[in-house]
C-alpha cells in the first residue's frame, strides 16, 4: 500500500502488538496505516521454512499461559492447528548429558529459589523497596549458575540485572502450546487483513502541532493519532526522535531493556535415535549453556536456544557461532558422531537486528514501575503499546497483541471524550 497523506490513526510497527492495533480498529470508521520498517510482518514473531520439511519459528514459538492467549483463539479462528504437546523444559530425553539424581537436585535447587524470589516479591510490595532477583541465591549453592543460565533464557538476562517486582508482576500459568505451522505464520494470517506500508521506517514523530507530523523513509503523512508500538531498545536510544522530546518515556525504555535469546536450528540424521519432542540439557554448572529441543513436531532437527550475555558473545562471533556450539555441545552429550549427524540451517540474531535490537524486555531493578509509564499515553494523541507495556505478559506475543487492543481502546476513547 503506498503511503496517505493523512490518516486518523497512524501504527508504528507491524509486529503483535501493532496488528492487535489495526485489527481492533478495523471496525471502527476511521482511517488507519500501520507503518513497518521491515519488508514483512510480525516483527519478533517469524516463521521461515528453514529446509522442505523443517518449519522454524526464529522468534516467538510458544503460546505461553496458553489458557489465557488471546492467539488461541485467533488460532483456531484461522484454521492453524494447535498443538497441546507439554513442553519438555523439566524432563531430560538423554540420562547420559544430566543423570536423574542430579537433575532432581537441580530441579529442586530451582524451586526452592523460585519461591524465596516469591516471598521477596511480597516483602518488596509490602516495603515499596526492589531488587535484584539474584539476592535470592542461595549463597554457594553449586547450582546457581544455571539457575542463572534459566533466568538467560526466560528474562534474556542474568538474575542480577532482573527486578524482583517485575519477575514477580509476570503471569505464567505454566500451561504452553504451540502452533504447528509457525507463530510468526499464525501473526501474519492475522496482519494479513491490516492496511499496511512496509519498508517504511519512521524516523520523526512531531507532535508539536495540531495534528501529528510523521516524517518515514517513503515521506511524509500527518495523523490525528499515532500508536509507538516499537521495542524499547529502539525507544531508548531514540530511533524515532519526537518532537517535543518524550524524556520519560525514553527513561521508562532504559528501564525495560530488551533481553537477549537466540535460536539455532540444525538438521538431524537419523533422527529415529531420538525422541519427538525431548529436552536435552546439561550438567554444565555453566551459566554459558544452550538448551535443546530435540525434534519439534517429530522433524528431523535439533533446536538450539541461547541466552543473555553468552548469547550476545556467540552474536558478536559471528554467523554459525551459534551453529558451533550447539553442535559441540550437543556431541559433547551424545557422542562425536552427532557432528556428522547435524548441520545447521538457521539461526537468529535478534540483538543485530536494526529494528528490534534485543528479545524481549525485562525490568531492570528499581524499574518494574516502568511499564505502567511507558503504557501511559501521551496529551491524548500520542499512545504507547509492544510487549514491554504489558502488566502480566510483557515478553511475550500474546501480551504485545493484547497491548495493542488495548491502546486502539485508548484511541477510540480518547475520539469519544474529545
Ligand atoms: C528468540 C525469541 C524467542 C521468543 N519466544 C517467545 C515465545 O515462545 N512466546 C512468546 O509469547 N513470546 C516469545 N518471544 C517474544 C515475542 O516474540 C515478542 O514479545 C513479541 O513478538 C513482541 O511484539 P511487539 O509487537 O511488542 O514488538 P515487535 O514484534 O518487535 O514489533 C515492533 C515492530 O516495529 C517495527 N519497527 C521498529 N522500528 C521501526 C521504525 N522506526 N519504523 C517503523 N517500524 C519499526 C519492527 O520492525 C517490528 O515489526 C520471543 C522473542 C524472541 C526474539
Redesign the pocket.
Same mark, same amino acid.
Given at each position: 500500500m503506498s503511503l496517505p497523506s493523512e490518516v486518523d490513526v497512524a501504527i508504528? %510497527?507491524? =509486529?503483535?502488538?501493532?496488528l492487535g492495533a489495526a485489527r481492533a480498529l478495523q471496525n471502527s470508521g476511521l482511517s488507519v496505516i500501520v507503518?513497518?520498517? +521491515?519488508d514483512r510482518? %510480525?516483527? +519478533? =514473531?517469524h516463521t521461515i521454512q528453514a529446509a522442505p520439511d523443517i518449519t522454524f519459528d526464529?522468534?516467538?514459538?510458544?503460546?505461553?499461559s496458553a489458557d489465557q492467549n488471546s492467539f488461541v483463539k485467533i488460532a483456531g479462528q484461522l484454521n492453524f492447528e494447535v498443538d497441546k504437546t507439554r513442553p519438555p523444559w523439566r524432563e531430560q530425553a538423554v540420562h547420559k548429558a544430566f543423570p536423574p539424581p542430579l537433575r532432581m537436585e537441580f530441579i529442586a535447587a530451582l524451586d526452592a529459589f523460585y519461591d524465596r524470589a516469591e516471598e521477596a516479591a511480597k516483602e518488596a510490595r509490602r516495603s515499596g523497596r526492589d531488587s535484584a532477583a539474584n539476592l535470592y541465591l542461595e549463597p554457594g549453592n553449586r547450582w546457581n549458575p544455571m539457575i542463572d543460565a534459566i533466568s538467560t533464557y526466560i528474562n534474556g538476562c542474568e538474575l542480577d540485572r532482573v527486578s524482583i517486582l517485575d519477575m514477580d508482576a509476570y503471569e505464567d500459568t505454566e500451561i504452553n502450546w504451540r502452533v504447528r505451522r509457525g507463530?510468526g505464520a499464525l501473526m501474519a494470517a492475522y496482519g494479513a487483513s491490516c492496511p499496511l506500508a512496509l519498508n @517504511?521506517?519512521? &524516523?520523526l514523530i512531531d507532535h508539536s502541532g495540531k495534528r501529528v507530523r510523521i516524517e @518515514?523513509s517513503q515521506g511524509r503523512l500527518s495523523a490525528d493519532k499515532v500508536i509507538v &508500538?516499537?521495542?524499547t531498545n529502539?525507544l531508548a536510544i531514540e530511533?524515532?526522535r519526537f518532537h517535543p522530546a518524550l524524556p520519560d518515556k525514553v527513561d521508562a525504555a532504559r528501564g525495560l531493556p530488551l533481553g537477549l535469546?537466540?535460536?539455532v536450528v540444525l538438521a538431524l540424521d537419523e533422527p529415529e535415535a531420538l525422541p519427538k519432542d525431548g529436552s536435552l540439557r546439561g550438567a554444565t554448572m555453566r551459566t554459558e549453556m544452550g538448551t535443546y529441543h530435540l525434534r519439534p513436531f517429530g522433524q528431523a532437527c535439533i533446536e538450539g536456544y541461547f541466552g543473555g550475555s553468552f548469547a550476545q558473545a556467540l552474536e558478536d562471533a559471528g554467523d554459525g557461532a551459534l551453529a558451533a556450539q550447539s553442535i559441540d555441545e550437543i556431541a559433547g552429550f551424545l557422542g562425536n558422531d552427532y557432528r556428522r549427524k547435524l548441520k545447521p540451517l538457521a539461526q537468529?540474531r535478534?540483538a543485530h537486528d536494526p529494528?528490534?535490537r534485543g528479545?524481549?524486555s525485562h525490568a531492570l531493578p528499581g524499574h518494574a514501575g516502568k511499564r505502567t509509564v511507558l503504557a501511559t499515553p501521551v496529551d491524548g494523541r500520542l499512545f504507547f503499546a %509492544?510487549?514491554?507495556t504489558s502488566p502480566n505478559f510483557f515478553? @511475550?506475543?500474546? %501480551?504485545?497483541r493484547d497491548s495493542?487492543e488495548r491502546a486502539a481502546g485508548e484511541v477510540v476513547g480518547s475520539l469519544a471524550r474529545g
Open positions: 508504528i %510497527g507491524a =509486529g503483535a502488538a501493532g507503518l513497518e520498517a +521491515r510482518v %510480525g516483527g +519478533r =514473531g526464529v522468534g516467538c514459538g510458544w503460546l505461553h507463530y @517504511t521506517q519512521v &524516523t @518515514t &508500538t516499537v521495542p529502539l530511533a524515532i535469546a537466540d535460536k537468529s535478534w529494528f528490534a528479545s524481549y %509492544g510487549e514491554a515478553s @511475550t506475543a500474546h %501480551g504485545a495493542g
